[in-house]
């Protein structure tokens, strides 16, 4: 069974920069793709980046510039960089996991719990 633990939310000031890392078990690590959604309140949980098992990076438009997404296999972790923090990134930030980037840009994946990411103007 797929298990995915996110940790690195917090609350910070607008500008600043956070490292969200989620952690694997249960799943070949280096054969799935891994990727981020996040989902503010009352809004739709949405795509913000995601990485192939072959280190191929995508990215929500609006991020591109600020969030970085890799991945150590030797760790079974993904990471999210995430600079310039906008009061508007303010969400749960998820981490999903899929053999393919097409179910993982889906939302067909598995989850975790979620981190909280706040950030205050």
């Known amino acids: 069974q797929v298990q995915l633990v996110e940790s690195g939310g917090g609350l910070v000031q607008a500008g600043g920069s956070l490292r969200l890392s989620c952690t694997a078990s249960?799943?070949?690590?280096?054969?799935?793709?891994m990727g981020w959604f996040r989902q503010a309140p009352g809004k739709e949980r949405e795509f913000v980046a995601g990485?192939?098992?072959?280190?191929?990076?995508y990215y929500l438009d609006s991020v591109r510039d600020r969030f970085t997404i890799s991945r150590d296999n030797a760790k079974n972790t993904v990471y999210l960089h995430v600079n310039s923090l906008k009061p508007e990134d303010t969400a749960v930030y998820f981490c999903?996991?899929?053999?393919?980037?097409?179910?993982?840009?889906?939302?067909?994946?598995?989850w975790g719990q979620g981190t909280q990411v706040t950030v205050s103007s």
């Open positions: 990485i192939s098992w072959s280190n191929s990076t």
């Open positions: 999903t996991a899929a053999k393919s980037m097409s179910t993982i840009t889906s939302a067909r994946g598995s």
């Open positions: 249960g799943l070949t690590f280096s054969s799935y793709g």
